[in-house]
């Protein structure tokens, strides 16, 4: 049976990862895909292609006014009849939990993107909002065990873990990588949890091993851009560590890389990562987070001590200088990748929960 979904963002900006998944899950879905955005920074360059795929797309230009999102989202669920809503962070809840109390009868799917907890008041209103939610969604097991320990209540709940999937990234006819250096990609939020500082001091590590030839590629922007930068410039790393911005064509930076580098130590789950994956990139990553359920060390990528600027090191060094050990850990990386996060992966699992609702 075909069922009328609502999902519910805060913007089209395909930067972020929310966005995106959902993007993808409305273009492989089975069923009747709406969509609505409840935040002014809309993203407009991105609004075109939920356009294309969803049945109908509504915006709430209402700021925190939840009075005014509650009554348009109940008009949007009577106008269309929408069976299922589905939401994710906070304020997302918030209103989706007043809209249930006036349509009862509209099944709420809350996805979890991440383990971060919110403080004692919100968690306060969160779990009366819960108390009314059909379905619970964990990105990870990870994220699973950080948010039982906040909500003890959700171990009896209906949960499922469906883990993120994504394609091979389109790549244009980008010029050859040169031979003269061996190149590392960060693709992340230029914010404290990313744990960049780490990559800036391994930099600073192989610098003064005089390997000059390494360079890091930072794809990405945020709070922390000036104090990243302010630590380059102290340690004289100009040459070496280039900061890209925000970039929309990913691919063609992974094509010109050799190793995605992921310091995140919270990481909910890690899709940059499973892009590079996908790319048959060796990836080196935290071993902390959701990034062991989807890296095995030395077999799909390597995994270290989020703090360890040395350790980081070590495993960049490993990869540079054996090169069939990363080829062998590219290949497997993508034959993970391929099995495990594919985008049919992630659409199937969510057409059967919700074929199941």
């Known amino acids: 049976m075909i069922k009328k979904i609502l999902y519910i ?12 998944k959902t993007l993808d899950l409305i273009k492989y879905s089975e069923h009747n895909s709406f969509l609505y955005v409840y935040s002014n920074a809309y993203h407009e360059e991105f609004k075109e ?8 797309v509504f915006e709430g230009d209402f700021g925190r006014n939840v009075f005014k999102h509650v009554k348009k989202i109940i008009k949007i669920i009577d106008d269309n009849q929408i069976d299922i809503i589905q939401t994710q962070f906070f304020f ?40 009314k939610v059909h379905t619970f969604i964990y990105i990870s097991n990870y994220v699973r065990t950080e948010k039982e320990k906040f909500f003890p209540k959700l ?29 590392l990609l960060s693709v992340s939020s230029l914010i404290t949890i990313k744990n960049l500082n780490i990559l800036i001091e391994m930099m600073h590590l192989l ?21 990243l930068k302010a630590k380059v410039i102290e340690y004289g790393l ?19 890389s050799d190793v995605l580098v992921h310091p995140c130590y919270i990481e909910g789950f890690g ?25 095995s060390h030395k077999n799909t990528g390597f995994l ?26 590219a290949k497997n990386a993508r034959e993970r990748a391929e099995q495990e996060f594919s985008v049919k992966n992630f659409a199937d699992n969510y057409n059967l929960l919700y074929q199941n609702l």
């Not at 403080?119 to 779990?127: A, D």
């Not at 709940?157 to 040169?178: E, P, Q, R």
């Open 9 to 20: 963002l805060s913007s089209y900006n395909n930067f972020s990862g929310t966005p995106k």
């Open 49 to 56: 292609d939920f356009v294309t795929v969803c049945e109908k």
């Open 92 to 131: 997302g809840e918030f209103i989706t939990g007043l809209v249930k109390i006036f349509r009862p009868k509209v099944k709420v799917i809350v996805a979890f993107e991440g383990s971060m907890s919110q403080g004692l008041v919100k968690r306060f209103i969160q779990k009366i909002i819960y108390k």
């Open 155 to 183: 171990k009896g709940a209906n949960t499922v873990v469906i883990y993120n999937g994504t394609s091979k990234l389109l790549v244009d006819n980008v010029d050859s990588k040169s031979e003269k250096t061996f190149n």
């Open 207 to 227: 610098f003064l091993s005089h390997h000059k030839d390494i360079h890091l590629y930072i794809a990405g922007n945020g709070a922390q851009k000036n104090e």
């Open 238 to 256: 100009e040459e070496f560590v280039h900061f890209l911005g925000r970039q929309k064509k990913v691919g063609n930076l992974l094509e010109r």
């Open 271 to 295: 899709l940059s990562v499973v892009e590079a994956m996908m790319a048959e990139k060796p990836v080196v990553v935290s071993n902390a987070g959701a990034l062991p359920e989807i890296v």
């Open 304 to 329: 270290v001590d989020p703090f360890d600027a040395e350790e980081w090191g070590n495993a960049i060094l490993e990869l540079k200088k054996n090169k069939e050990l990363a080829n062998r850990i």
